[in-house]
């Protein structure tokens, strides 16, 4: 019976490494409430839509 490192080898396989900075806080708050204001404003509108269209019919 075998080793379990036998069965799977790689060659001329080289890995890197890839510094990641961090996103200043303000700016990732900025980011986050702008856009979760435009969905409600997409919401608000869908909305607005359709109560339109309920009143039309």
């Not at 080793?3 to 900025?30: C, H, M, N, Q, R």
């Amino acid at each position: 019976m075998g080793t379990y490192d036998e069965g799977f080898k790689l060659t001329g396989l080289s890995f890197s490494t890839v510094d990641i900075t961090e996103t200043p806080l303000p700016a990732a708050a900025w980011l986050f409430l702008t856009g979760l204001a435009g969905m409600g404003w997409v919401k608000k509108r869908k909305a607005k839509r359709e109560q339109l269209a309920l009143a039309a019919a």
